[in-house]
C-alpha cells in the first residue's frame, strides 16, 4: 500500500512557475514508477509526465515537454514536477500516480493522491 500526498498547487500568472512535490508513505516507494496526470473541468484526465523507478528515464506529454520537468528523490520518497512557462491550458487539478511501470495512461497506476489545484491566470 503506498499513500500519496499532493502539495505545491497555488495560483500563478502566464509565464510563471510552480514546483508541485508529491510524498508517498512506506519503504516501497523506490520500487514504484511515478506520474503525474492533470484534468481540467469538463474534460478527460491526461499524461502529463512520468519518471521510471530509479529516475534514469522520463517521458512527457507533447504539451508540456520542455517546460515541465518530473524528478524523484527516493530518499525523501518524494516526486515533484517543475513546470515553467505555465500557461492558461496547464490550469488543471495535478494528481501524482504510483505504477510497477512507467506508463502514459492512467490506467497503469495503481495508487493516487487526492490532488492539487493549478490555477493561471491569463
Known amino acids: 500500500q503506498v499513500q500519496l500526498v499532493e502539495s505545491g498547487g497555488g495560483l500563478v500568472q502566464a509565464g510563471g512557475s510552480l514546483r508541485l512535490s508529491c510524498a508517498a508513505s512506506?519503504?516501497?516507494?523506490?520500487?514504484?514508477?511515478m506520474g503525474w496526470l492533470r484534468q481540467a473541468p469538463g474534460k478527460e484526465r491526461e499524461f502529463v509526465a512520468t519518471i521510471t523507478q530509479d529516475g534514469s528515464l522520463t517521458y512527457y506529454a507533447d504539451s508540456v515537454k520542455g517546460r515541465f520537468t518530473i524528478s524523484r528523490d527516493n530518499a525523501k520518497n518524494t516526486v515533484y514536477l517543475q513546470m515553467n512557462d505555465l500557461k492558461p491550458e496547464d490550469a488543471a487539478v495535478y494528481y501524482c500516480?504510483?505504477?510497477?511501470?512507467?506508463?502514459?495512461?492512467?490506467?497503469?497506476?495503481?495508487?493516487w493522491g487526492q490532488g492539487t489545484q493549478v490555477t493561471v491566470s491569463s
Open positions: 500516480a504510483a505504477g510497477k511501470v512507467p506508463t502514459m495512461g492512467g490506467r497503469g497506476y495503481d495508487y
Open positions: 512506506g519503504r516501497t516507494f523506490r520500487t514504484y514508477a
